[in-house]
């Protein structure tokens, strides 16, 4: 395949996101073709992928065909170009799955290479070993991934003596792999340590460029003598997306990452414009990125891009650059090359230290020659560069000469205009200094002035924030005084309230009070009343009392014969009783009487209605005399007489004494009763 290949470039289209409204351009995978509006240009690639196509067909169409042609020694690469958040490490990468590579729904195009190599590899009756590397380029300098987590050296880049056009990364880690699995494991501990951040473009961003490199060695044997040892390569490229710094929202330490992006893939754009001009310098060594990836551009490697795109509208000018940059990278030629060695299968030592020697001899030489054509074919390009240089610069000194005396006339016109002008305004200007001068005069007295005020005003203004400190304390102490009075407030009100209560309880009280003194003074008049009637009845009872006086007075002398005719009845056979019955007679008849002559003889009075009070204690000796008498009439009623004292007993009773009774009296009927 030494005849020359174009890059095959192709296109890929993410979805539109939830928040982005529309899409603003048209894919037509049938045609292969991308339409941008609104001037309708059409732009025309290997293939084109629309929004759903899936992982597996993307892999189909660019990774699969190279995966041979890796197999038989050739160098292979692809790289994803474009926009932040449209995709690229998605595509390259996927996501984990364990099914088979032709059946993985998710899996991107590492995994899915390495599972087509060792299906590949199984196939042939050869030997064969595959080692990968992970290199990472991060604010142009380059990390190796698959190394320690502590590990920050930075990598060193030197130029392929044995191939022109490529390079080799020193101390770049190769690790040995044997499934798809290994390299999942190796791709979760490359991301572990590559460099990426949140933006408001994309929440997971690359903030660097990724190189996933795929080294394949196979050997054949011929005649059991002779094998034949193919070499092939393939690089997957992750670049790091383009962004619009103002848009992503970048900032500090994020904004130089974009700044190193941008400028890198700036670079590769002028590598990209170079080879399609077919000009004779081409601006590899400006950015590592462009010095690693030479012998893809340009050089001796198979290479495939794919751009990734957005539909949104507001990524339309990213969009529209991704897509011109794909175009012109159409239209560059590489020259692969294969890597075969026959070798002897089976020498002895000595020869093998022989052919060593005479193969490092033959390298020295070769190198040598090599250096010496490169150096050679490098100073006739000088020299042809250098006289090309100096007739240019001659041609360009005479055109200088002419041009720069036709400019110094026209200078030393104008220069003439000028200077009269110039006098003129410098007569205006001196005129206005000698104003500006008065006037800076004045201005300083006034000056002056204004810093003495400005001096009474400071003091002034001393004063018053000495003022403002004492109105702040006594604000604080009123505050103090203000929130004492609210507590006071608080307290007094709810004294008012208690005190409100305990009026409304009195003067409830007052009203039920005088309710009642009304109605005890209307009972109290119902009883004065009753006592004045009462008072009626005691005055018609003690004139009767007076009138039983009267007849008592008489009665009682006929009681006395009466006693002294039945005792003198009694038998004679109680003579000796009859002297004691008959002063028991005497005793019982004057007793009662006597008694009762003292009880109106002890009368109290009380102004013009005064009330008698009869003795209780007088009653009751009244009430005990009847009682005495009974008890002698029963000690001396013999049982042949009981019925005659019994009758004598009825007879001699008097009627039942009544209870002291409160008489009211005139002062009349008082003197009438002493009297």
């Not at 001037?39 to 290997?46: A, C, I, L, P, W």
């Not at 990734?308 to 897509?323: H, K, Y």
Request: with cysteine.
């Amino acid at each position: 395949m030494s005849e020359g290949q174009n890059i095959q470039v192709f296109v890929r289209c993410r979805p539109l996101r939830s928040d982005e409204k529309c899409s603003n351009i048209e894919i037509i995978p049938e045609a292969n073709e991308v339409r941008v509006p609104p001037q309708s240009r059409e732009y025309h690639f290997d293939r084109v992928f629309a929004q759903d196509a899936p992982q597996v067909n993307v892999y189909n169409a660019v990774v699969r065909p190279l995966i041979p042609q890796v197999l038989s020694g050739y160098n292979c690469a692809v790289f994803a170009y474009g926009q932040t958040g449209t995709g690229k490490t998605y595509t390259m990468e996927g996501v984990r799955c364990e099914n088979g590579w032709e059946a993985d729904a998710h899996s991107g195009i590492i995994p899915r290479a390495i599972s087509q190599l060792f299906d590949s590899l199984r196939n042939h009756d050869s030997e064969y070993s595959v080692k990968v590397s992970f290199l990472e380029l991060y604010n142009e300098d380059a990390y190796d991934l698959l190394s320690s987590l502590d590990d920050t050296t930075k990598l060193k880049i030197f130029d392929d003596a044995q191939k022109k056009g490529s390079v080799i990364v020193g101390g770049l880690e190769e690790v040995t792999v044997n499934s798809k699995l290994e390299i999942y494991d190796i791709l979760k501990r490359g991301s572990t340590k590559r460099q990426t951040a949140a933006t408001l473009l994309n929440a997971c961003s690359s903030r660097s460029h990724t190189i996933f490199s795929v080294t394949v060695q196979v050997k054949t044997s011929y005649n059991g003598e002779q094998e034949l040892v193919r070499i092939g390569k393939l690089n997957l490229v992750d670049l790091a997306g383009s962004e619009n710094i103002g848009r992503s929202g970048a900032q500090d330490k994020r904004a130089r990452e974009a700044g190193n992006i941008n400028q890198s893939l700036l670079t590769l754009g002028r590598v990209i414009t170079a080879l399609v001009e077919k000009r004779p310098h081409i601006p590899y060594r400006e950015s590592k990125l462009t010095r690693i990836l030479q012998d893809s551009l340009g050089g001796s490697t198979r290479t495939s891009m794919i751009a990734t795109i957005s539909p949104a509208e507001e990524d339309i000018g990213n969009t529209l650059g991704t897509i011109d940059y794909a175009s012109r990278a159409r239209c560059i030629i590489n020259k692969p090359e294969s890597c075969r060695q026959m070798t002897q299968r089976k020498v002895s030592d000595l020869d093998i230290e022989a052919y060593k020697t005479k193969l490092k001899h033959e390298l020295e030489i070769q190198i040598r020659n090599e250096v010496a054509l490169e150096f050679r074919r490098e100073a006739d390009k000088l020299k042809e560069q250098f006289n090309k240089a100096m007739s240019v610069k001659n041609e360009l000194i005479e055109r200088n000469e002419l041009k720069l005396k036709d400019e110094n006339e026209e200078m030393a016109n104008e220069t003439n205009l000028k200077l009269d002008e110039l006098t003129k305004e410098n007569e205006a200007l001196k005129k206005e200094l000698d104003e500006k001068m008065e006037e800076f005069n004045s201005n300083r007295e006034l000056y002056g002035q204004l810093e003495e005020k400005n001096i009474e005003l400071c003091k002034y203004v001393e004063q018053l924030e000495s003022d403002a400190s004492d109105l702040k304390h006594k604000i604080t102490s009123l505050d103090q005084k203000i929130t004492t009075l609210d507590q006071e407030n608080k307290d007094l009100s709810k004294n008012l309230k208690i005190i409100q209560q305990v009026a409304n309880d009195r003067s409830e009280l007052n009203d039920k009070l005088r309710i009642d003194f009304k109605r005890e003074l209307d009972e109290n008049q119902v009883k004065i009343k009753d006592l004045e009637s009462e008072n009626v009845k005691l005055r018609e009872r003690i004139e009767g009392c007076r009138c039983n006086v009267r007849l008592s007075s008489g009665s009682n002398s006929n009681i006395e014969n009466h006693e002294n005719h039945q005792l003198d009845e009694l038998p004679e056979e109680d003579d000796d009783e009859k002297p004691q019955v008959k002063k028991a007679a005497k005793v019982r008849k004057r007793a009662p009487i006597q008694e009762e002559l003292n009880d109106y003889a002890n009368m109290t009075f009380d102004g013009d209605d005064e009330i008698v009070q009869l003795s209780a204690k007088k009653a009751r000796k009244r009430i005990t005399a009847g009682g005495k008498k009974r008890e002698l009439h029963k000690e001396l009623t013999l049982s042949g007489r009981k019925k005659r004292l019994r009758s004598v007993d009825e007879d001699v009773e008097l009627s039942p004494v009544s209870p002291p009774a409160r008489v009211t009296r005139s002062r009349a009927t008082r003197r009438k009763l002493d009297y």
